[in-house]
Nanobody, 119 residues
Framework: QARLVASGGGLVPAGGSLRLSCATS????????MAWFRQAPGREREFLGR????????YYGDSVKGRFTIAIDGASNTMYLQMNNLKPEDTGIYYC????????????WGQGTQVTVSS
């Protein structure tokens, strides 16, 4: 069973930066890549972006375009999320996932890492 471990969260002042990591020891054959989501208190889970395993197809959610950057190291099965110019509304639990074909379909999820942006 694939397991994803997200790390790098913490407390940062508004305007600051953080880099999150998500590593998996297993890359299931059915999966096409990895993705980031976040969930703020009282809000629905929000798509932030996704990348193929090769890193050539990266898509971002509208709320983070221009501030967040996704990268992937295929050799180590590790995905990164560089977050710049953070805002208090970026506060939430950040999750990573692996996806397969479909809409796409997010089959595997990590445990999440907390990001708190102070004003």
């Amino acid at each position: 069973q694939a397991r994803l471990v997200a790390s790098g969260g913490g407390l940062v002042p508004a305007g600051g930066s953080l880099r999150l990591s998500c590593a998996t020891s297993v890359r299931p054959f059915s999966t096409l890549g990895m993705a980031w989501f976040r969930q703020a208190p009282g809000r629905e889970r929000e798509f932030l972006g996704r990348t193929s395993w090769r890193g050539g197809d990266i898509y971002y959610g509208d709320s983070v375009k221009g501030r967040f950057t996704i990268a992937i190291d295929g050799a180590s099965n590790t995905m990164y999320l560089q977050m710049n110019n953070l805002k208090p509304e970026d506060t939430g639990i950040y999750y990573c996932a692996m996806f397969s074909d479909g809409d796409p379909t997010y089959d595997y999820w990590g445990q999440g890492t907390q990001v708190t942006v102070s004003s």
